[in-house]
């Protein structure tokens, strides 16, 4: 298994770009490309990158130098746990109730729990209760940013 590096790509080339990198991969030699993620184009997501993990910084730095629409790598590798967020899939609204047990995956409330409050299905978001705060104040977090902890509650 390799790391996790960022390459910078024009807005809207990531997924020509991945398969580029990814073509390309198969004939390097002294390295690997391992798997080439194109993150979700969501709300909250940056544009104009994609995940490569690769044996090696310079293998990679191979492939992107004069790979179109390819910007460049990111400094420092990363490791699945940092980016498992972007791995998972987002959220169906109905599979959230109200009285269930979430846990905030993005945003300034990240790794909190909290508590379904209400469900808006039009604006694809929830308003929960923090389980952790001392003052407990209704927040509303994009449903893409949380994740069903404990199933139950009731229908909304």
Known sequence: MGKIWGVRTTAGQESFVAELIAEKGK???GGSIYAV???PSQKGVIKGYILVE???ELTLRKIV???PHAKGVVPGATSVKEIEGLLKQAPLM???KVGQIVKITGGPFKGMRAKVL???PQKEEVTVE???AAIKIPVTIEASNVIIEE???EEA
């Open 27 to 29: 004939n390097v030699e």
């Open 37 to 39: 993620i194109v993150p």
């Open 54 to 56: 690769a044996s090696d």
């Open 65 to 67: 130098r004069g790979t």
């Open 94 to 96: 109905k599979e959230f």
């Open 118 to 120: 209400r469900v808006d």
């Open 130 to 132: 923090l389980l952790e």
């Open 151 to 153: 199933v139950g509650g």
